[in-house]
C-alpha cells in the first residue's frame, strides 16, 4: 500500500493526515473513496465551529463568498498550464521545497484571507514528469503526479494544453464540480480495460465519470461508458441521463423520425407527451451549450408542411368527393396526423425558444392558406391550431418575430382562424380559448396604429356576425380605440396648454 498526504493548510500551522490508498496491477492510483474526502470535511468544519468564537467576521466573509460563487460548467474547464519558462511561484516553490504546495502559496498570498484547504498528493515526489492540480468545492485541491505522455495520449484536453512550445509542468484545474471522479477519470487513462472497472458501479456514478471524460476529451473512457449503459440495465432513471449529458443529433433525429411517422395513435401520442416532457428537462439542466436539435426540428417541420400541402391539394381535387367513404378518411386522417405533428413540433421550438424561423414558414403558406376554406372543417381545424400556438407564443414571449413577420401571419392566417373557431372551442379539450385571445390581441396591438386599426375594424365585423363563434378581442379592442381617439386628444390638450403658459 502507498500512502498519500491530507494536509490542512491553516495560518501559522500544517497538520498532516496519512491515508492508506490501493495501486493497481496496472499501476495508478485509485481514488480515495468519498468517505475519505467527507472525513476531512467535517474535520475541517469541527475545527472552524471550535474557532467560530475568535474568527466570526472571517467565517462570515468566508460563506458569503461560497454561495456567491457561480459552478464552472463541466464542458468550460476552468484551466491554467504553468510552464517552465515562466516559473509561476507555485512551480518553483514545488520544485525547490516539497512540502510547499500550490495551495500553500496561494493561502501564503492570501494570508489577509485565508482559506483550509485539503491536499492529497499522489505518490512520491518524482514519480512523474508532470503535475496536475485540481481544485474543487469544500476548499479540496487535489495534487497529482502523472507522466506527460499517458495523457496527451488518451485525453484531447491534456494533449492541448501539452502541446505548447514552452514545457509545461503543471496543469491547474480550477472550480471541479466534482474533483473525486476527475481523479478517477485520470487514473482510467492507465487501464487498459476500462469496462472492467465499470462493471459494479451504479449508473449515476458512470453517468458522472461520463460528463468528466467528455470534459477532457477521454474518448475510450466515453465509449467504455456509453457501451456500460447500453447494457446495464435502468430503473427508473430516465431521466438522470440528461443531468450529465446531451443527446447525439443522430439519436433525436432518429426518434422524432420514429414518433412522427407512427402508425398506432395511441402509442404516437403517450411519446409525444414523453419525448416533449424529457426535452424540456434536457433544457432545464443544459445551460449555454448550443441547441444542437435545431436543424433536425426544423427538417421535420419541412417535411410535415410539404406532405400537408400536398394532402390539401389532393382533397381539393374535383373528383375527390365522388371517392369512395373510405379512400376520403385516409385521406382526412392523414391531414390530422401531419396537423398534428407540425403542432408538436412548434410546441417543441417554442419551449426552447427557437420557433422565430417557423413564424416566418408558416406566414408564407399562402398556398395552404387558400385552400383551407376548400376543406371540411373537420378536417382542417388542426390546422388553425397551430396558428393559435403561434399567437400564444408571440403574446407570451416565446416567440419574437419581426413587424412584417407578424403583420404577414394575421393577413395569411387569421380569418382561417375565426373560421374554425368555433369548432376549435368545442372540439378540442386543450383548446385555451383566453389565452389564445390574449396572444392574438397583443400580436395585433404589437402592429403600427393603421395596421391595428384595419384588423380590429376586420374582427368588429365578425365578431358582430357570429358572437362567441368568433375570437372576443374586447380588451384588445378597448386599448386600440384609447390609442386612436383619446391619445390624440390629450396630446393635443397637453401641447396646447404648454403652448398657452408661454404666450402668458
Not at 36 to 57: A, G, Y
Not at 157 to 174: A, D, H, N, T
Not at 304 to 333: H, N, V, Y
Amino acid at each position: 500500500m502507498s500512502d498519500f498526504h491530507v494536509r490542512s493548510v491553516e495560518t501559522g500551522q500544517t497538520k498532516i493526515r496519512n491515508v492508506p490508498i490501493a495501486v493497481t496491477p496496472e499501476g495508478f492510483w485509485c481514488c480515495p473513496a468519498p468517505v475519505v474526502f467527507q472525513r476531512n470535511i467535517k474535520h475541517l468544519n469541527s475545527q472552524s465551529k471550535q474557532k467560530s468564537s475568535s474568527h466570526t467576521n472571517l467565517a462570515g466573509q468566508k460563506s458569503t463568498n461560497t454561495s456567491g460563487e457561480k459552478r464552472q460548467p463541466a464542458h468550460q474547464l476552468k484551466s491554467k498550464a504553468v510552464s517552465e519558462d515562466q516559473r509561476c511561484p507555485e512551480s518553483d516553490n514545488l520544485g525547490s521545497n516539497p512540502a510547499m504546495t500550490p495551495e500553500s502559496v496561494v493561502a501564503k498570498s492570501n494570508s489577509g484571507n485565508p482559506q483550509r484547504k485539503i491536499s492529497v498528493c499522489f505518490g512520491k515526489p518524482d514519480s512523474g514528469d508532470l503535475k496536475v492540480v485540481l481544485s474543487g468545492k469544500e476548499n479540496i485541491v487535489v495534487r497529482m503526479n502523472v507522466h506527460r505522455n499517458v495523457l496527451a495520449e488518451h485525453s484531447s484536453f491534456f494533449s492541448e494544453k501539452l502541446s505548447r512550445q514552452s514545457p509545461v509542468v503543471c496543469i491547474e484545474i480550477g472550480d471541479c464540480e466534482d474533483v473525486e471522479i476527475y481523479v478517477e477519470a485520470i487514473g482510467l487513462m492507465y487501464c487498459k480495460e476500462i469496462k472492467q472497472k465499470l462493471i459494479k458501479q451504479s449508473v449515476p456514478h458512470v453517468l458522472r465519470i461520463l460528463k468528466v471524460a467528455e470534459a477532457l476529451g477521454f474518448d475510450l473512457c466515453i465509449k467504455s461508458c456509453l457501451d456500460y449503459l447500453e447494457a446495464v440495465p435502468w430503473l427508473n432513471l430516465e431521466a438522470s441521463i440528461f443531468r450529465y449529458l446531451e443527446p447525439p443529433n443522430d439519436t433525436l433525429c432518429r426518434i422524432l423520425e420514429l414518433v412522427l411517422k407512427s402508425t398506432d395513435d395511441k402509442g404516437r401520442r403517450e411519446m409525444k407527451s414523453l419525448v416533449l416532457k424529457l426535452l424540456k428537462e434536457n433544457n432545464q439542466w443544459i445551460r449555454g451549450s448550443a441547441d444542437i436539435c435545431t436543424e433536425t426540428l426544423y427538417n421535420s417541420c419541412r417535411s410535415s408542411l410539404q406532405s400537408l400541402l400536398l394532402l390539401f391539394k389532393e382533397a381539393c381535387e374535383p373528383g375527390f368527393s365522388e371517392k369512395d367513404l373510405g379512400s376520403k378518411e385516409t385521406i382526412t386522417r392523414k391531414i390530422a396526423l401531419e396537423a398534428e405533428n407540425l403542432l408538436w413540433l412548434v410546441e417543441i421550438l417554442s419551449d426552447r425558444h427557437i420557433a422565430d424561423e417557423f413564424v416566418v414558414i408558416w406566414s408564407n403558406q399562402e398556398g395552404l392558406a387558400s385552400l383551407h376554406s376548400k376543406l371540411p372543417i373537420v378536417s382542417r381545424h388542426l390546422v388553425s391550431c397551430i396558428t393559435a400556438r403561434l399567437f400564444v407564443g408571440i403574446g407570451q414571449g416565446e416567440i419574437l418575430p419581426s413587424k412584417d413577420t407578424r403583420q404577414m401571419l394575421l393577413q395569411v392566417w387569421l380569418q382561417p382562424l375565426f373560421d374554425d373557431y368555433s369548432w376549435l372551442q368545442h372540439g378540442c379539450r386543450a383548446f385555451d380559448r383566453k389565452v389564445v385571445e390574449e396572444g392574438i390581441g397583443r400580436t395585433i396591438l404589437t402592429l403600427p396604429l393603421e395596421d391595428q386599426q384595419t384588423m380590429m375594424l376586420s374582427w368588429l365585423g365578425s365578431f358582430l356576425k357570429v358572437g362567441d363563434n368568433c375570437p372576443n378581442l374586447q380588451r384588445a379592442f378597448e386599448v386600440w380605440w384609447r390609442r386612436t381617439f383619446i391619445r390624440p386628444y390629450l396630446e393635443q390638450q397637453g401641447n396646447s396648454l404648454h403652448l398657452h403658459g408661454k404666450v402668458t
